[in-house]
């Protein structure tokens, strides 16, 4: 939530730059907690196969 609070900053006080870069962080976030649940979802499945 901080971090779209931090983005709408940026965007409100005319910082392009900075807002694009904090989304590009947001977007290798967004990857990594999809990679970590796929992980933890294989984990579950070969533990009950």
Known sequence: MEELLNLKYRLL???ISGA?????ELEEMSR????N???SYANIMLLYD
Do not use: A, H, I, M
């Open 13 to 15: 006080q005319g910082d």
């Open 20 to 24: 694009l870069l904090l989304v590009e």
């Open 32 to 35: 990594d907690d999809k990679f």
């Open 37 to 39: 649940s796929l992980r």
